[in-house]
């Protein structure tokens, strides 16, 4: 039995649009029986110390983004917690909004080796490529800085706007790491093209 524990759900991305892409990639893994739990940051603490085999973070840090007053949910006792996670043998996906509004010099951060810098207002077409393959779909268009030299790069995208980096993955101490930016909404998380490349890269975490 596989144990994922995943984060998910923040001011700007619905919770449950997010889960149904999740179980639909769950449902393509070969021959793996999964126990997929959605916990809250308030839990993030209490589940790592049980090592799930992923934890997967689709939550942004900024509680309150509308507020001048920012409220963030890494707090530095988590910051050092996850990375002991996956330093120790665990894995992590920062999924979509979970690689944004984290400060660089968080240990969080610098474990992922890249995070979220902006995207273009709205949705647009975004265009998708790996190993010479593309797909397009309506999404974010999330450009990030990336420490290519120390990560495998696996997903690009081009929009409107120019070009990015749109994924990644590593080893980490014991762990893996996976970076994966798509998708905003739960159409773009149910394309068959995202369904198929995250249940992919969810098979590379927990069976390395």
């Known amino acids: 039995m596989i144990k994922i524990a995943a984060l998910v759900g923040d001011y700007w991305h619905s919770g449950d649009d997010t889960k149904a892409g999740l179980e639909a990639a769950i449902k393509r893994l070969p021959n793996i029986e999964v126990d997929l739990q959605y916990i809250t940051y308030e839990e993030v603490s209490q589940v790592l110390d049980e090592q799930p085999d992923l934890f997967i973070n689709a939550k942004m840090n900024v509680l309150n983004p509308r507020e001048e007053q920012k409220i963030t949910w ?7 917690k996850i990375v002991n996670y996956v330093n120790e043998g665990g894995s992590i996906l920062a999924l979509h909004a979970g690689m944004a509004g984290y400060p660089s010099e968080t240990h969080f951060t610098q474990m992922l080796r890249g995070s979220f810098v902006y995207h273009p207002p709205g949705l647009q077409e975004v265009t998708y ?13 999330y450009f990030v800085h990336c420490d290519a030299e120390n990560t495998e790069v696996y997903l690009w995208s081009t929009g409107e706007e120019g070009e990015s980096i749109a994924g990644w993955k590593h080893s980490y101490g ?8 798509p998708a905003h909404t739960k159409e773009g998380m149910l394309n068959e093209n995202i369904s198929c490349l995250l249940a992919e890269k969810i098979n590379w975490m927990i069976n390395l």
């Open 129 to 141: 490529i790996q190993d010479g393959r593309s797909f397009s779909l309506s999404d974010e268009h």
């Open 74 to 80: 890494l707090t530095d006792e988590l910051d050092r």
């Open 174 to 181: 014991k762990g893996n790491v996976c970076c994966f930016t």
